[in-house]
């Protein structure tokens, strides 16, 4: 796709940004990877869910409150749980650090390039997951979950 027509083309993610925040980055990828493994969620849904998350923090760094949600309910779901996972992340640095050194636009410029990734690596398919499958791929987690109940002690008759 042509760059040129990415949205948000005014949020700037450089090389230099995603090798100093590749440990938020892969939070926020795995944090998306066990939401859709766990609600069987669609690269559309990523997109939708991406959408609103960077809208959100985009008008808190603008100094107002207001959340945007997809009408959509598994990417506001998964926008939620987005949020979530950043704001984990935040709490995990301040007791590591005792201070947090992520700022709103690594956060931001995060989550756009995850939205350009999603972009570039979606096959078109409204039911498809081709960029959930890069995704588990390049960050090493597991799309496809154990079963909940694996106790190979069980009997099952027939």
Same mark, same amino acid.
């Given at each position: 796709m042509d760059p040129d027509k990415f949205p948000h083309k005014e949020i700037a993610v450089t090389q230099e940004?995603?090798?100093?925040? *590749?440990?938020?980055?892969?939070? @926020?990828?795995?944090?998306?990877?066990?939401?859709?493994?766990?609600?069987?969620?669609?690269?559309g849904d990523i997109r939708d869910a991406l959408e609103a998350?960077?809208? /959100?923090?985009? /008008?808190?760094?603008?100094g107002l409150i207001y959340e945007t949600r997809p009408e959509n309910p598994a990417a506001a779901r998964?926008?939620?749980?987005?949020?979530? *996972? @950043?704001?984990g992340y935040r709490e995990k640095e301040r007791e590591r650090l005792g201070i947090t050194k992520i700022r709103d636009t690594d956060v931001i410029a995060m989550l756009a390039f995850l939205q350009r990734l999603e972009i570039d690596r979606n096959n078109g398919r409204p039911?498809?997951?081709?960029?959930?499958?890069?995704?588990?791929?390049?960050?090493? *987690?597991?799309?496809? =979950?154990? =079963?909940?109940?694996?106790? =190979?002690?069980?009997?099952? @008759?027939l």
């Open positions: 940004m995603i090798r100093n925040q *590749a440990e938020l980055l892969l939070e @926020i990828g795995r944090a998306l990877i066990r939401a859709a493994s766990m609600f069987k969620f669609v690269d998350v960077i809208r /959100t923090r985009l /008008t808190e760094a603008s998964l926008s939620h749980a987005l949020q979530i *996972a @950043i704001e039911r498809g997951r081709a960029f959930l499958d890069f995704l588990s791929h390049q960050f090493g *987690a597991d799309l496809h =979950p154990l =079963p909940e109940d694996d106790d =190979p002690s069980r009997l099952i @008759i």
